[in-house]
């Protein structure tokens, strides 16, 4: 008598039906009280599984369609151990067919494929190292960033630059009577007198000349490439160009309805 252990899956149709059948005879020798000594010192039974395995084998009956007619009445009993990870191997060894399934359900419960498996293990201590190299490479990245902001707060970069800059546009255009507004990445404002205008920032318009010079707008007549945003430039005759302190020169003039001193404006 001998519980294999393994998954009932795994097991050919003899050696299926043949644990089904030695489960059946295992309890008929527990309840006329045979001793299972031998058996247990060979590591062929553990008596504590028998309905437990007997249900998981009638599964598979049912699954390979087989008719299954003996229910199993439990049986409270201990006693014995199994090493379903060596029968898995041995039958693995010992029958073709049984091999078959096992090869084709790939099991990993037990050494049988210890050289494939310890291959494809290979492999992914590899790819986890990999993983892990890049979370490292993160991480210190990471800690880079957060030792330079603190610089960043002393040196202005590009956008608290940018963000000054928009605010000083900002409280002239309010000054003026304006209620600035974001619209395509720079300031535009309607003055009460009707004069509409846009202040733009380099830092949007990339490939734009004045990007790294003084000059803190553009001429943004130019820019617009999509037909929307040449139309919206157009209708806008007082967009500027300048420094800070020229556009809000410009802003004023224009709110004064002067004539801007210094026009640098985008085209009509
Ligand atoms: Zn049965
Ligand atoms: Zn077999």
């Keep these: 008598m001998r519980m294999w252990g393994v998954d009932p899956a795994l097991l050919c149709g003899p050696h299926l039906s043949g644990e089904h059948k030695e489960l059946h005879m295992m309890r008929g020798?527990?309840?006329l009280g045979h001793s299972m000594q031998g058996y247990f010192d060979k590591q062929q039974i553990d008596v504590s599984l028998?309905?437990?395995r007997h249900d998981a084998i009638v599964r598979e009956f049912k699954r390979r369609g087989w008719n299954h007619q003996s229910p199993l009445?439990?049986?409270k009993v201990t006693g014995g151990s199994i090493d379903a990870a060596a029968n898995l191997k041995e039958l693995y060894k010992r029958c073709p067919d049984c091999r078959a399934r096992i090869e084709r359900h790939k099991y990993k419960g037990g050494n049988i494929?210890?050289?494939k498996q310890a291959a494809s293990k290979k492999k992914k201590q590899a790819g986890s190292k990999k993983v892990a190299k890049k979370k490292v490479a993160k991480k210190k990245a990471a800690k880079k960033k957060a030792?330079?902001?603190p610089a960043a707060k002393t040196q202005p970069t590009r956008n608290s630059r940018a963000d000054r800059v928009d605010a000083k546009i900002k409280t002239?255009?309010?000054k003026a009577g304006a209620t600035p507004e974001l619209k395509m990445?720079?300031?535009y404002g309607?003055?009460?007198?009707?004069?509409k205008l846009w202040v733009g920032q380099p830092p949007l318009l990339k490939n734009h000349k004045l990007h790294s010079s003084k000059a803190i707008t553009c001429e943004a007549g130019r820019v617009g490439k999509t037909k929307t945003t040449a139309t919206f430039w157009k209708t806008l005759p007082h967009t500027a160009i300048g420094t800070v302190a020229e556009i809000v020169q410009h802003i004023n003039a224009l709110a004064a309805g002067k004539k801007p001193a210094k026009r640098r404006a985008a085209k009509k």
């Design 172 to 174: 002239a255009l309010k």
């Design 147 to 149: 030792a330079k902001k």
């Design 73 to 75: 009445p439990t049986l």
């Design 50 to 52: 028998i309905n437990s």
């Design 29 to 31: 020798s527990l309840r």
């Design 185 to 187: 990445g720079g300031l």
């Design 113 to 115: 494929m210890a050289k």
């Design 190 to 195: 309607e003055l009460p007198n009707g004069v």
